[in-house]
């Protein structure tokens, strides 16, 4: 989203008025960024004019060349404090970020990429390094941007601390601690001239449409990032995360190789809602610590989820890697493996979608009087529980933030968590935070009235389940996978015989010539069997992993009247014996019921599209969208 465009020559003048950090606090009002703290108001009123004087007073530099300020992030939705855009020496189009600190001492951090920086009066905290900081924004925008990737824009980024002397370049400056300095410079109080050749080397002449159309362009994940996934796995970074994942990373492998010198077990808590990004954190930290990318010792670890579903993709996508499969065996494990295990047979075991953790379940092959969560906490010096408790969707989901601190403090286990281990920004829809705001005000988590205004997210709702499958099938013939799911109010009539009886459907609607099965019950994922194209997912195929689209049929256990959302857990089908929302007392049920739709319209990345068999429901769910 662009906040603030202007010419350097606007820019400066502005700046030279003292009335830059108005102008830019009005345009954050305007466009109702939830920004403009008297913090931030006082860094836009000392650094901007800062660089407006000492590097843009260079008469080399065009002043018709576009800056914006505040640009937010269409994915992550951080904001990156400062950009150069235009044309370089050749003529290609080109864009520099750079990122604005007022941090007048640095010192070193335990954490990789972070340094011990004081921002808030006396308060010494954990920061990326700035340059990091940069650089992760440009990598974001390659990432997810279409129009960035298909036309090659060349992207740079570089960190300006114009209050920091150059005392500190030994700790700023050193690129054995901060290697990313190569490609993402930091230039500290002095630098000023060097500052301003960088800008010349990377923008020489004006583009001004180029912003509008990185800004306008469609968000898609880039084939680097697909192949970063790959690569976490070997130990490299993935540098394109926001600042909470990053840190999260950082402080998991910090508190493994803490532990494994004191002894002390740790016991991390890492919250997150869906898109947020868990797996990919995840499987960073697994990656780094199987495959340190410094000179460290590997160390023990694994992924574990509940889920069978996001396990099997992970491992399908690893073997797609040319990894072997019983390499992946000893990595991605669920929560039986840990049975027969010994105490600390691992350095480190992380916990995905932890929420959905269980104590014991029929059919692991595992007796009554074992406790796999207290086998799990045994058997590993560090845990790491990934947890969002509005994806509760059984009975069986048990493992709250209130019950880790139990087992933690069974097992002599020192908890880690708070806000700084809390991840916000959305990564999965291209929605962003304005789509997830709304489909939590939609499902009532609380009372806040947000509408969806119109985007680059494909939001429709159907007034026949026809439509929406014939629109969402039409999405199938694009790259990636797109899937119709549904609530648990549909008997499973096909099971047993899904193959050989064509006669027998699951969901249907007579009176649109609607008919569908249910997905089969087999080990291939739902996600990855193309010959499920025509079937409908339930909750659990579907938890934990991404669609393209995902059309969403929503039953008769969710409907509206007299201005109020009314759950029926009644309206669940007789054979879903699983979740236990039919038996489940009433304010139990109700939150089953609620987490699972959000479950289910927070799956696509680029659109879902609703069907509601309750048409008041429908109407009510229309008069939040703002699309005209």
């Known amino acids: 989203m662009i906040i603030y465009r202007e010419t350097i020559g606007t820019f400066v003048d502005q700046c030279g ?15 109702h960024v939830g920004a403009g703290a008297p913090r931030e108001f006082n860094a836009w009123q000392n650094s901007l004019p800062v660089l ?3 590097v843009f007073s260079d008469k080399e530099i065009d002043r018709n060349i576009d800056v914006a300020i505040e640009y937010k992030l269409a994915t992550s939705g951080e904001r990156v404090d400062f950009i150069v855009y235009g044309r370089d020496p050749a003529g290609k189009d080109a864009l520099i970020s750079i990122e604005l600190k007022q941090w007048g001492e640095a010192k070193r951090s335990n954490l990789h990429n972070y340094v011990l920086a004081n921002t808030h009066g006396t308060v010494i905290e954990d920061h990326w390094h700035p340059s990091v900081q940069a650089y992760n924004y440009k990598s974001i925008l390659k990432a997810f941007n279409e129009y960035i990737y298909d036309n090659g824009v060349d992207l740079e980024s570089c960190a300006y601390c114009h209050e920091m002397p150059q005392v500190y370049s030994f700790l700023m400056k050193d690129d054995k601690l901060y290697p990313i300095i190569h490609s993402s410079p930091i230039f500290l109080k002095g630098d000023e001239i060097k500052l301003g050749e960088f800008i010349k080397k990377y923008v020489k002449t004006p ?9 306008n362009s469609a968000i898609r994940p880039s084939k680097e990032f697909s192949e970063m996934f790959l690569s976490a796995m070997a130990g490299n970074e993935m540098l394109t995360c926001d600042s909470d994942q990053a840190y999260s990373i950082s402080k998991v492998v910090s508190e493994v190789n803490s532990a494994i010198k004191d002894g002390m077990r740790r016991t991390i808590i890492i919250r997150g809602g869906p898109g947020t990004g868990k797996s990919v954190v995840a499987i960073n930290i697994l990656g780094q610590l199987l495959h340190p990318s410094d000179d460290s010792p590997r160390r023990n670890a694994c992924y574990v989820t509940p889920n069978y579903t996001p396990r ?5 996508i690893m ?20 049975t027969n295990s010994s105490q600390f047979d691992y350095d480190c075991i992380i916990l995905d979608e932890a929420h959905r953790g269980f104590t014991w379940k029929f059919g692991y092959g595992v007796g009554r009087d074992v406790d796999m969560i207290d086998r799990l906490f045994y058997a590993s010096k560090v845990n790491v529980f990934f947890v969002d408790e509005d994806q509760v ?29 809390s991840l916000k920004s959305q990564f999965r829809c291209i929605g962003g935070e304005n789509y997830i705001a709304f489909i939590n005000s939609f499902l ?38 797109s899937r119709i799911v549904a609530g648990n109010t549909y008997e499973w009539n096909s099971v047993g015989h899904e193959r050989d009886r064509e006669d027998d459907y699951d969901i249907v609607f007579p009176e649109f010539g609607f008919k569908m099965k249910w997905n089969l019950r087999q080990n291939l994922p739902f996600v990855d069997d193309p010959s499920q194209n025509d079937r409908v997912g339930c909750i659990h195929t579907i938890q934990g992993v991404d669609l393209e689209y995902c059309g969403v049929i929503i039953g008769k256990d969710l409907i509206y009247r007299d201005g109020k959302l009314v759950f029926d857990k009644s309206k669940e089908a007789k054979d879903d014996t699983f979740s236990g929302i039919r038996t489940a007392n009433d304010a139990l049920a109700e939150r089953m019921i609620r987490n699972s739709y959000k479950v289910l319209l927070t799956r696509g990345i680029k659109g879902t599209y609703v069907y509601c068999e309750d048409k008041p429901l429908e109407m009510y769910l229309r008069s939040l969208v703002n699309f005209e």
């Open 17 to 31: 008025r003292g009335v830059i950090a108005g102008i830019v606090l009005d345009a954050i009002k305007k466009h």
């Open 444 to 481: 009532g988590y609380n009372q806040d009235d947000v509408h969806l205004e119109k985007s680059q997210y494909d939001f429709r709702v159907f007034d026949s389940p026809s439509a929406m499958r014939d629109a969402l099938f039409a999405k199938q013939n694009d790259k990636g996978v």
């Open 393 to 421: 969707v059984t009975k069986d989901d048990y493992l709250t933030a209130a019950v880790i601190k139990k087992y933690a403090a069974k097992h002599g286990s020192t908890v880690i968590e708070g806000d700084e281990l």
């Open 319 to 338: 073997v797609a890697g040319d990894y072997k499969k019983t390499a992946i065996r000893n990595v991605f494990k669920k929560m039986s493996s840990f």
């Open 52 to 54: 407006a004087k000492n």
């Open 312 to 316: 099997e993709v992970f491992s399908n």
């Open 207 to 215: 583009h001004q449409e180029l912003l509008y159309e990185i800004d």
